[in-house]
């Protein structure tokens, strides 16, 4: 081994930085306090006269898990119950099996099946391996101990758990369901369960937060790639416009002629009030069925000489009236959640008045990431 590889080598000891701020460790450590206490004195409480344990210690490592880290697959409820319980019967079994022998055989069965039990049964939790290692070197033999005092311990732990992590603004239970709808990124749900598999290891980040850092990390890296560049200096200034009243007939006019996918509705301030797009006419004249196309959007945009109507007859009947706007000096890279996520194609942007002043398309978008050089 050579200089620099022991030197790499030894750097791996080196603790890494704890990315926490002072609010959140004292949080997760009153957390862990408060709720080893509460378990203790329940379980104190309810223990028969004259009993001798009515506590385990692996239930402060449980604990640190439950508080500090609630998001980890590893701190769930059912890893806590489940790996502690079904550990604590492992070892019991391993006494059975191994007691009349040396101590260290019996101590290294009773993890090893404690381990195996919690990976059949999906309830991996770290200090299930010190619960049945606990069973071995106490020589406990009675199979009542698992559920008293190891699983009450545990439910009272997870309830203390469920009850502050909430109050405190930390999901928990932590569900494993797929993350909520984010930016778009570079890579997809298949590329990720593609990675996890290759690494192939016990990962204590849930799926769905990992999604979410990356896709965070990406945004940062775009962010950081595009600099400073504003929203006014690459949007369209030429804005063609429409009115509530304005008729559709002039607003298909107005689209085809001016070549564009959207026209902003603005009032007599000039204040956007909605958006007018191609999928609005598509949708007015139900052209999800493609029979009668011609027939059926014509229709919609010829005026109704009648005084009454049973067609939308002027914008403010059509237009989407969930318009999403971003402000002229508005970072550009602010933007690419909103084209991302929300299946917009087109952004109004406002003055500080709210004032529409132009609008950034996604042929905006790409142009400007081709001409910005971090970009490329």
């Known amino acids: 081994m ?148 190891v699983l009450l311990n545990c439910v009272l732990l997870v309830v203390a758990g469920i009850a502050y992590n909430s109050a405190t603004g930390r999901r928990y239970p932590h569900s494993q369901a797929p993350a909520p709808k984010i930016a778009r990124t570079a890579f997809n749900e298949g590329d990720l369960d593609a990675a996890l598999a290759r690494y192939n290891q016990v990962l204590d980040v849930p799926r769905d937060d990992l999604r979410t850092l990356l896709a965070d990390a990406e945004l940062g890296a775009y962010r950081r790639r595009m600099g400073d560049v504003r929203c006014v200096e690459i949007m369209s200034r030429n804005v063609a416009t429409v009115s509530f009243g304005t008729l559709l007939q002039e607003a298909w006019t107005l689209l085809r002629e001016r070549h564009v996918k959207a026209l902003p509705v603005v009032d ?6 909605g958006i007018l797009t191609l999928s609005d006419f598509m949708r007015g004249a139900d052209l999800d069925v493609h029979e009668g196309f011609d027939t059926k959007l014509r229709r919609l945009i010829r005026k109704t000489p009648l005084a009454s109507s049973d067609k939308p007859e002027v914008v403010g009947q059509l237009m989407a009236r969930d318009v999403r706007v971003a402000n002229a000096d508005q970072l550009l890279a602010d933007l690419v959640p909103m084209f991302a996520t929300t299946g917009h194609h087109h952004i109004p942007i406002v003055d500080g008045s709210r004032k529409l002043v132009g609008i950034v398309t996604q042929t905006d978008l790409v142009a400007a990431l081709l001409a910005h050089p971090g970009a490329r």
């Open 2 to 149: 050579t200089a620099a590889q022991l030197t790499a080598w030894l750097a791996a000891f080196r603790p890494a930085r704890m990315r926490v701020n002072t609010r959140e460790r004292l949080r997760a450590a009153c957390g862990a306090g408060l709720g080893v206490a509460f378990t203790g004195l329940v379980c104190l409480a309810l223990a028969p006269p004259g009993t001798a344990v009515w506590m385990v210690g692996p239930v402060g490592a449980s604990a640190v898990l439950v508080f500090c880290v609630p998001a980890s697959p590893l701190a769930q409820p059912w890893s806590v119950i489940g790996g502690n319980t079904m550990s604590a019967i492992a070892g019991i079994g391993a006494v059975h099996l191994f007691g009349s022998g040396p101590i260290a055989v019996t101590a290294g069965a009773a993890v090893l099946l404690s381990i195996v039990f919690m990976f059949a049964l999906r309830c991996l939790h770290p200090p299930g391996g010190a619960t049945g290692l606990t069973m071995a070197l106490t020589h406990t033999a009675g199979f009542a101990f698992a559920a008293q005092p």
């Open 268 to 273: 007599r301030a000039g204040l956007v009030i």
